[in-house]
């Protein structure tokens, strides 16, 4: 293959296999041959090349030509610089730690259902809500818990109403690919989607619009980045809250991360796990992710800071920016000067520069572009 068509040879030896996978699984829903599929078990959350079609490390179709998995892919090579430019028209700035903003602000949903069923605020679901009653969007990808939610596994779903958005509200650690939702988006007559994930995913739009990725880029009219660190394997349900902490998993009700990972229980009890003792459970695509911030999101948001009932809201885009200043002007989210909160900023530039550090320089294939920070 012409090293000007990097295909999935490339993208398996580049990003898959070297720790630099987040497991965002935008290749697969880019692949137009169905030839990726995705596995989740026992930690792995990464894609796979089915045996019959090149085998694990190469692509027949790859050898023809077909390079959509390596532009899908928020992870291969110059990918930050690609993004920033073509959303924004320039790259970020050095000083930027957080990524390319138009103004960061503090966002509460102004519905009691919303604001009391999502996380810190409730802004993304009441964005969510908008964007579907108000013609932006026809679905939203989204996370859903598995069964009656007390499995505590979160799966990729689509969320095409009010009730479903409320079904999917709240923060989960653990990991779901929500792009994989895409082809149950469209098989349900959706064209026009948004999209709810961290960084990893949140740039998938965005990699795939850069790089002309086709038919499956521009159906993501709307992306919001959710602020994140690291996720979790599912395995630390049983071997961690459980058999350590004696906290079962349907006991459960509610969790957030706040410097230590809080838990309610079913009973009415509260306890605070230490995230030291959370790290053996950290998923290998968070090792090397530089990207807390989801800098690549119309708008991104999470729930740091002082107030625990507000939401940080980066807005990135003009889109972005036109979807907050509809609904604050029209009463379904409530705005509050980020000064209000003078911590909030510095903390913001702290966490994202010590995801900086853990990305691999600038220098080689398969190595993540990152600037200093």
Same mark, same amino acid.
């Given at each position: ?118 996380? &810190? *605020?409730?802004?993304?679901? @009441?964005?969510?809500?908008? !964007?579907?009653?108000?013609?932006? #969007?026809? $679905? +939203?990808?989204? =996370?859903?818990?598995?069964? &009656? *939610?007390?499995?505590?596994? @979160?799966?990729?779903?689509? !969320?095409?109403?009010?009730?479903? #958005?409320? $079904? +999917?509200?709240? =923060? ?14 469209? !098989? ?186």
């Amino acid at each position: 293959m012409p090293p000007d068509k990097p295909q999935w040879a490339e993208l398996f030896r580049e990003v898959v296999t070297s720790g630099a996978c987040t497991g965002c699984a935008a290749c697969v829903i880019a692949c137009p041959y169905d030839v990726l599929g995705y596995d989740d078990s026992d930690g792995r959350y990464r894609p796979y090349h089915v045996l019959e079609d090149g085998g694990p490390d190469d692509c027949t179709h790859g050898q023809r030509g077909c390079t959509l998995c390596t532009r899908a892919c928020p992870r291969f090579r110059d990918w930050e610089v690609e993004i920033d430019e073509h959303l924004f028209g320039r790259a970020r700035a050095e000083e930027e730690v957080s990524g390319i903003a138009r103004e960061t602000v503090l966002l509460r949903a102004t519905d009691p259902e919303l604001l009391a069923a999502g996380q &810190d *605020g409730g802004a993304v679901s @009441a964005m969510l809500v908008w !964007a579907l009653e108000h013609d932006v #969007v026809d $679905a +939203a990808l989204v =996370s859903y818990l598995e069964g &009656d *939610g007390t499995s505590w596994k @979160a799966i990729p779903g689509v !969320a095409r109403n009010r009730a479903e #958005v409320l $079904a +999917a509200a709240g =923060s989960r650690y653990t990991y779901s690919a929500n792009t994989l939702a895409y082809a149950e988006a469209l !098989a349900g007559g959706a064209e026009r989607l948004a999209l709810v994930g961290m960084g990893c995913q949140s740039s998938a739009p965005g990699a795939m619009s850069a790089r002309r990725a086709g038919k499956v880029a521009r159906r993501f009219q709307l992306t919001i980045g959710l602020l994140c660190s690291k996720t979790f394997d599912d395995a630390i349900f049983p071997e961690l809250f459980e058999q350590r902490c004696g906290l079962a998993r349907p006991d459960i009700e509610k969790m957030n991360i706040k410097g230590v990972f809080q838990l309610w229980t079913r009973d009415g009890a509260y306890h605070e796990v230490p995230l030291s003792e959370a790290r053996h459970w950290t998923r290998e695509g968070c090792l090397q992710c530089p990207d807390f911030a989801a800098e690549h999101a119309d708008v991104s948001a999470g729930g740091i800071g002082a107030f625990g009932d507000w939401t940080l809201a980066i807005v990135r885009s003009e889109r972005g920016a036109k979807l907050v200043e509809e609904m604050v002007g029209s009463g379904a989210l409530e705005r509050r000067s980020v000064e209000d909160d003078p911590g909030v900023l510095p903390l913001l530039a702290r966490l994202s520069r010590a995801s900086r550090r853990r990305a691999p320089r600038a220098g080689g294939r398969g190595r993540i572009a990152v600037t200093a920070g």
